[in-house]
């Protein structure tokens, strides 16, 4: 059971860090008198964005983990919630995704 957590962990780290790297903001821009400035956000607040990505993903391969763990110890389940929390999800991907791509 340690093992699934620790690995899904890992993979989480692993993905949402490099999922963050491209996702992060690292820019400003700003609309004055019709001309578009664009100003470039300190390294410090990009590395904690990435960050904020690579511990959200952590926690959710923690949480996946730990689910795949339990389910072997209990046997066949009907997945109900799982499938419930899994539409949300994809709902809020899409939605953010679609923010962020200007959509």
Do not use: C, Q
């Not at 410090?44 to 959200?56: D, F, K, Q, T």
Request: charged share 15%; net charge positive; hydrophobic share 45%.
């Amino acid at each position: 059971m340690d093992r699934r957590i620790r690995n899904g962990a890992l993979y989480g780290l692993i993905i949402s860090f490099s999922l963050g790297l491209f996702l992060a903001n690292y820019k400003h821009l700003t609309l004055e008198d019709g001309v578009e400035m664009k100003e470039y956000l300190p390294v410090y607040e990009y590395v904690i964005s990435v960050l904020r990505y690579g511990a959200m993903g952590t926690l959710i391969g923690m949480f996946i983990g730990w689910r795949m763990s339990k389910a072997k110890y209990e046997g066949p389940k009907i997945y109900y919630g799982e499938v419930f929390l899994g539409v949300i999800f994809l709902t809020l991907g899409i939605t953010a995704l679609s923010y962020l791509l200007g959509g």
